[in-house]
């Protein structure tokens, strides 16, 4: 299972970019469970991330030759995803829902309390899949892959402060579908 | 002149702004939080939410299986067409 350590390293970067295609199955090979993942995020659905994912391999694939940051490979990697799968949404026309400000939508009721962590953890990936698309987006590229709120706004099309307050909603808007509104003071 | 303190109200509504982020507190913002229970435990729950969002990232979706041979396949298709291409100049 992939872990959180380097997936890829120089030595392997190097065989890529000389064209040896064993190497790029190999590169695929270590790295489709995060790229898959990150896409079914951002798609939220499996044939969709498929599609995605391999969209962004090719782009790898064509543009491993120039890359030179082999410390930032995995950002890099990650960036590419985002950016296939703002092009998917924009082709399916679904990107709209990317950009639509649902802070004014209901909050539905809050989950019931998990009994331990891997429950919490379930609870907190089933609530996360519920939020708007936009906020979902934000969080996880934000949350879970370290991209800044400029480069979120770079490829989502906003502009930084539109990305924070999207950021910002999707945080309180998670804790609610949790914990359910704050029982004082708001 | 920052206040010493913020309202129950004012830290619930920057909470989701600053809880979980590196960077320090605001003076007001701490002090509320060392006096008022209630939005201490509102903190801790804003944290709690973030760190385990943070360790989703590894996947919960596996890849679907043949993703690697479809790729390699599409890839190599990829390359004969631009060394074909290439050749012709």
Not at chain 1, 26 to 32: D, I, N, P
Not at chain 1, 50 to 56: F, G, H, L, P
Not at chain 1, 124 to 143: C, D, N, S
Not at chain 1, 169 to 180: D, N, Q, T, V
Request: aromatic letters at 6%; hydrophobic letters at 40%.
């Amino acid at each position: 299972m992939e872990g959180s350590k380097t997936l890829v390293d120089g030595e392997l970067l190097g065989a890529c970019r000389r064209g040896d295609p064993a190497a790029f199955e190999e590169l695929v090979a270590r790295t489709q469970h995060r790229v898959y993942a990150l896409a079914y995020r951002l798609v939220g659905d499996r044939g969709e991330a498929e599609d995605v994912a391999q969209e962004a391999y090719l782009r790898v694939f064509r543009s491993l030759g120039g890359f030179r940051e082999e410390s930032r490979f995995e950002t890099w990697l990650h960036r590419i995803v985002v950016n296939a799968a703002m092009t998917h949404l924009r082709r399916r026309g679904r990107f709209g829902d990317l950009l639509r400000d649902p802070a004014t939508d209901p909050v539905p009721p809050p989950a019931p309390p998990a009994q331990d962590r891997a429950a919490d953890r379930d609870v907190i990936r089933r609530a996360l899949e519920g939020l708007p698309q936009g906020m979902r987006t934000t969080l996880v590229l934000y949350e879970m892959y370290g991209l800044s709120c400029r480069e979120i706004g770079r490829e989502m099309g906003l502009s930084e402060g539109a990305v924070k307050v999207r950021l910002h909603r999707a945080r309180k808007r998670l804790k609610e579908a949790i914990h359910g509104a704050s029982e004082h003071a708001v | 002149m920052a206040r010493a303190s913020m309202r129950c109200d004012e830290v619930v509504a920057v909470l989701p702004v600053f809880a979980g982020e590196e960077a320090p507190y605001p003076h007001g913002l701490e002090v509320h939080l060392q006096t008022c229970r209630s939005c201490a435990d509102e903190e801790i729950r804003y944290r709690e939410l973030l760190g385990i969002v943070r360790g989703l990232r590894d996947p919960g979706e596996p890849a679907p299986p043949g993703l690697t041979l479809r790729v390699s396949r599409r890839a190599a298709r990829l390359d004969t067409a631009w060394r074909g291409y290439a050749r012709r100049g």
